[in-house]
């Protein structure tokens, strides 16, 4: 019993040695073929790059200037008090994706001078980074901006840099796009108040001059020299009157 067993075992170690042998040939050739089309696959496929940035919208007790005064603006002066904060990274979040921003990376990037972007119009650029840039706002409030740009098939060294560079420019790019856009809408809104504040004093110097001639007038017609505070608030009311 004790030989069978030996031959049994013999006989099993000799098949799978054999059979290794007889298939190496056919596993060598598999991997090869494997490797290569990975490798040519690697050639052939674009190549995506993808940047990320973050965030951080103004907290409550910032104030009433800066982004704070923006939002305030934007919301029809509603008191930032009142708006959450991730209504105000939702409010970013639409102008990283406007048209504006869209126009302000195209300019400072020059894209429309680059040959791959030579026939692209204002229209198609404002899709096209509508495509490839995605905002996304967590529960905090941070606002996570991310670009993926890619290749062309066969890509070559240059175009490989050129788009790996684009993705972190365009990111990098539309949150200076962002700053603009609040610093020019905040600038504006302070520039509305100074002329508004600036009319009604020129209006109150009107009237106060007015005032102060209706009270000469008065002063001469009654034969009175000088006026003591209250007497001169009650003529003021009656010339008002």
Do not use: C, W
């Not at 075992?9 to 290794?20: D, P, Y």
């Not at 919208?57 to 959450?84: A, H, N, R, V, Y």
């Not at 009270?215 to 006026?227: D, L, Y």
């Amino acid at each position: 019993m004790s030989n069978i067993k030996n031959f049994k075992e013999e006989f099993s170690l000799i098949t799978v040695f054999k059979l290794i042998k007889y298939k190496i040939k056919f596993f060598i050739s598999f991997t090869l073929i494997f490797v290569i089309v990975v490798i040519i696959y690697s050639f052939i496929m674009p190549n995506t790059f993808l940047s990320t940035a973050s965030i951080l919208p103004p907290t409550k007790e910032s104030g009433g200037t800066g982004l704070s005064s923006f939002i305030q603006s934007m919301t029809g002066g509603l008191d930032i008090g009142k708006i959450s904060t991730n209504e105000q990274s939702k409010l970013f979040s639409k102008i990283i994706n406007s048209r504006t921003v869209s126009d302000y990376i195209i300019e400072n990037l020059n894209l429309n001078k680059h040959p791959y972007f030579k026939e692209f119009t204002n229209e198609k650029f404002f899709k096209f980074f509508n495509e490839s840039i995605t905002t996304e706002v967590d529960k905090s409030g941070i606002v996570y901006i991310s670009t993926k740009i890619s290749t062309n098939f066969f890509p070559r060294s240059e175009s490989v840099n050129y788009a790996k560079k684009l993705s972190a420019d365009i990111t990098n790019t539309a949150i200076k796009g962002l700053d603009k856009v609040i610093r020019e809408r905040t600038v504006s809104s302070a520039k509305i108040s100074r002329e508004y504040i600036e009319n009604q004093l020129k209006n109150y110097r009107t009237k106060l001059d007015s005032i102060s001639n209706e009270m000469e007038i008065f002063q001469k017609k009654n034969k009175v020299f000088s006026i003591d505070e209250q007497a001169q608030a009650l003529v003021s009311q009656a010339i008002e009157l």
